[in-house]
T-cell receptor, first 117, second 114 residues
Framework: GAVVSQHPSRVICKSGTSVKIECRSL??????MFWYRQFPKKSLMLMAT?????????EQGVEKDKFLINHASLTLSTLTVTSAHPEDSSFYIC?????????????FGPGTRLTVT | SQQGEEDPQALSIQEGENATMNCSYK?????LQWYRQNSGRGLVHLIL?????REKHSGRLRVTLDTSKKSSSLLITASRAADTASYFC??????????????FGQGTILTVHP
């Protein structure tokens, strides 16, 4: 079946540095990818919608200059947390959708746990 | 605003009992989905129910949808210790421009004691 991968699965970085998280669709082309963040014991909150070849659409309250999203190909979207601070520590999850002749499908990645020290 | 509120927030039961979780939402939807998440892990898709459906079954799972009340329920029958996890409902808003853009509920933490 279709798989969405994320890399890295865990990352620890120092405050002030930038971290890049990759989301890949492994055996299908994803026209749209979504980025969510999840605080401990909380729900998932949509951060942005990433469309291949165009600028991401950010949800209200999400700083686009802090969370840079690039969707350069139909199989890869990246989220870069710039100048990370401890409050950015969270679980980041991507999802990818595709439209096949059999229907539309949505797949979630396994998540990336970011810890900023 | 966050829609998809779930109750209870936490549910503790014994193995073999049934577990019922409820979800409410605020906007018109295309579909409502239920996901499971083990602690610190990714999401597992359980079931999707479309807005024109009222009930759906999958194995030990039964989902209902009442669009007039904007609510859904997830029933897990004959629960097992392995069912221990967080359960989230998620809605895809009707008329949305992005298929797959989901709004998640707050989740129910289910603990099944052996």
């Amino acid at each position: 079946g279709a798989v969405v991968s994320q890399h890295p699965s865990r990352v620890i970085c120092k405050s002030g540095t930038s971290v890049k998280i990759e989301c890949r669709s492994l055996d299908f082309q994803a026209t749209t990818m979504f980025w969510y963040r999840q605080f401990p014991k909380k729900s998932l909150m949509l951060m942005a919608t990433s469309n291949e070849g165009s600028k991401a659409t950010y949800e209200q309250g999400v700083e686009k200059d802090k969370f840079l999203i690039n969707h350069a190909s139909l199989t890869l979207s990246t989220l870069t947390v710039t100048s990370a601070h401890p409050e950015d520590s969270s679980f980041y999850i991507c999802s990818a959708n595709t439209h096949l002749t059999s229907g539309r499908y949505l797949y979630f990645g396994p998540g990336t746990r970011l810890t900023v020290t | 605003s966050q829609q998809g509120e779930e109750d209870p927030q936490a549910l503790s039961i014994q193995e073999g009992e049934n577990a019922t979780m409820n979800c409410s939402y605020k906007t018109s939807i295309n579909n409502l989905q239920w996901y499971r998440q083990n602690s610190g892990r990714g999401l597992v898709h359980l079931i999707l129910i479309r807005s024109n459906e009222r009930e759906k079954h999958s194995g030990r799972l039964r989902v209902t949808l009442d669009t007039s009340k904007k609510s859904s329920s997830l029933l897990i029958t004959a629960s097992r210790a392995a069912d221990t996890a967080s359960y989230f409902c998620a809605t895809e808003e009707a008329g949305g421009t992005s298929y797959g853009k989901l709004t998640f509920g707050q989740g129910t933490i289910l603990t099944v004691h052996p």
